[in-house]
């Protein structure tokens, strides 16, 4: 009982930080995909069309681009290959919601009225939207973003792996993957998870012409 109320006791405490503005920065920026994009080609088994936006790895005529200003550049927000992003004016942080009020810019420079943006974090890998013609029932999973951990690559040891949106067994499935793809890896699970006996860590890996996923540590084989 007493471990429970610790544990419950940190979970509490841990709240503001992962709720806070860094935090959402970092979650937020680079590129996003509906979710049911991953229905879609998960069931098809047509290969993903990715094309690089803004410097971001991203899916072809459908994504979600955040990128949050810096001292020498606006910030902003881009919807599918549309000629108009939505230039960052100001930004709103409320408990897991964050506003962007964004003035539409087109291609020949021209802007329009100030637009509310609300993105909801429902964790580190999935987002709902409210604007842009969104309700806040549609789903986003991250497609791709800068990396986390110092960059290594490994391989897939095992046939029909998982390319996971989230590093869980519940989580939506982006594809199968093959024994001996490469991948880079960009991010590590902060635990690891046992599964049939074993423990091991998820792996976030990049794999090119593919989105960025989650790969059971027990099917890669990680060069030193």
Not at 46 to 62: D, H, R
Not at 93 to 115: A, H, M, T, W
Not at 139 to 161: G, I, L, M, P, W
Not at 192 to 204: A, P
Request: hydrophobic share 35%; aromatic share 12%; with cysteine.
């Amino acid at each position: 009982m007493k471990k429970v109320f610790l544990l419950l006791i940190i979970f509490i405490v841990s709240l503001p930080n992962l709720f806070s503005e860094d935090n959402k920065r970092n979650i937020l920026e680079g590129s996003w995909a509906e979710d049911v994009t991953c229905d879609y080609y998960i069931k098809s088994g047509e290969p993903y069309k990715v094309e690089i936006v803004n410097g971001e790895k991203a899916l072809q005529e459908c994504f979600l681009i955040i990128k949050y200003p810096t001292a020498d550049k606006k910030g902003f927000i881009r919807i599918d290959s549309l000629a108009v992003v939505w230039i960052i004016e100001n930004i709103e942080v409320i408990e897991n919601k964050v506003k962007f009020y964004c003035i539409p810019r087109s291609y020949d420079d021209q802007e329009g009225i100030l637009q509310e943006i609300i993105v909801t974090l429902i964790d580190d890998y999935e987002i709902s939207v409210d604007g842009l013609g969104y309700s806040d029932w549609v789903h986003f999973y991250h497609f791709s973003n800068t990396n986390q951990t110092t960059e290594s690559t490994a391989k897939v040891n095992d046939s029909r792996v998982r390319l996971r949106t989230k590093p869980n067994l519940k989580s939506k499935t982006w594809k199968l993957l093959e024994k001996g793809t490469s991948v880079k890896i960009k991010d590590i699970s902060a635990s690891k998870e046992k599964i049939d006996g074993e423990s091991f860590y998820w792996y976030k890996v990049d794999i090119e012409n593919e989105p960025d996923g989650w790969v059971y540590g027990k099917y890669l084989d990680i060069s030193k």
